[in-house]
């Protein structure tokens, strides 16, 4: 069974004050990693997709990266707006699977002016 | 503006009352999905549509129904079945499901609580 965890579940920055987010991920075949912002009360938003290991994407403070056992979301000089619950999903290559998207639990980021 | 639409956005249910969630989008995309998400909880897949009139069951079917009878439309139902129906759904939609670049699209939610 495909299993994604996500670290911490929380946390609390100082603006300015970079960090990395982590999600592991268990995937019998992987098709495609997801990173997704979602705002309090919305639908998530799609921010990147990783397919495999090495590679690199970046949007404004943001950079995701990806092993071949977990994906990091690095934040740089965060500001106040970048607070927000960010998932990761993982998709899978294979079988009756094909396709399905599995999501962590999100990391809940609150960014302090 | 291209989208999908979700409403209501706060939905209240009585007991042993079926009550149905709208989505809508006019994005010409094929997939539609429903999700469940509970606090502290990775998003739950309860039903995917790929095509019109075509639709599979995800991993809590159980206690919901769907229809897909317009490719911008799908529908969920929560039924009286659905003992714990208390959470946030979000509909989503793909231009194909399964396609190299799974990228969805979500609405903006419906909040059900029951009474």
């Known amino acids: 069974e495909d299993q994604v965890t996500q670290s911490p579940e929380a946390l609390r920055l100082q603006e300015g004050e970079s960090s990395s987010l982590n999600c592991s991920y268990t995937?019998?075949?992987?098709?495609?990693l997801f990173w997704y912002r979602q705002d309090p009360g919305k639908g998530p938003e799609f921010l990147f997709t990783l397919y495999s290991a090495g590679e690199e994407k970046e949007k404004e403070r943001l950079k995701a990266t990806l092993t071949k056992k977990e994906s990091f979301l690095h934040i740089t000089a965060p500001k106040p707006e970048d607070s927000a619950t960010y998932l990761c999903?993982?998709?899978?290559?294979?079988?009756?699977?094909?396709?399905?998207?599995?999501f962590g639990q999100g990391t809940i980021l609150t960014v302090h002016p | 503006d291209g989208g999908i639409t979700q409403s209501p956005k706060y939905l209240f249910r009585k007991e042993g009352q079926n009550v149905t969630l709208s989505c809508e989008q006019n994005l010409n995309h094929d997939a539609m999905y429903w999700y469940r998400q509970d606090p502290g909880q990775g998003l739950r897949l309860i039903y995917y549509?790929?095509?019109?009139?075509?639709?599979q069951k995800g991993d809590i079917a159980e206690g919901y129904s769907v229809s897909r009878e317009k490719k911008e439309s799908f529908p969920l139902t929560v039924t009286s079945a659905q003992k714990n129906p208390t959470a946030f759904y979000l509909c989503a939609s793909s231009i194909d499901h399964g396609a190299a670049n799974e990228k969805l699209f979500f609405g903006s939610g419906t909040q059900l609580s029951v009474l």
């Open positions: 999903a993982v998709s899978n290559a294979g079988g009756t699977s094909y396709g399905k998207l599995t």
């Open positions: 995937v019998s075949g992987l098709r495609g």
């Open positions: 549509s790929q095509i019109v009139n075509d639709f």
